[in-house]
């Protein structure tokens, strides 16, 4: 059984930090490059950071280059994201996602998110 499961969202002031965790399990997690989206109210799906299957190459968004940081721990089967000088347009639900391309496509697998809120 496929899963990703996504920890450590919460609420935190302008300014602070948050360092979200995906476990990832029923698949081979080293196959797969990993990705963290998020979603704001209203707002459509955003790629905010991306990591290749080696921890050697990584993706981000203007908007958190400088702030984030995405590593990833093969041993451990789980990707992070760090994530420093937190602003309230960051506020959103973070997804983890695993793609990975093969002859018929990608095969992608989702997690259910973890809510991020930044506010006084």
């Known amino acids: 059984q496929v899963q990703l499961v996504e920890s450590g969202g919460g609420l935190v002031q302008p300014g602070g930090s948050l360092r979200l965790s995906c476990e990832a399990s029923g698949f081979t997690f080293n196959s797969y490059g990993m990705r963290w989206f998020r979603q704001g109210s209203g707002k459509e799906r955003e790629l905010v950071a991306a990591i290749s299957t080696e921890p050697g190459s990584t993706y981000y968004a203007d908007s958190v280059k400088g702030r984030f940081t995405i590593s990833r721990d093969n041993a451990k089967n789980t990707v992070y994201l760090q994530m420093n000088d937190l602003k309230p347009e960051d506020t959103a639900v973070y997804l983890c996602?695993?793609?990975?391309?093969?002859?018929?496509?990608?095969?992608?697998?989702w997690g259910q998110g973890t809510q991020v809120t930044v506010s006084e």
């Open positions: 996602n695993a793609e990975k391309w093969g002859r018929t496509g990608p095969t992608n697998h």
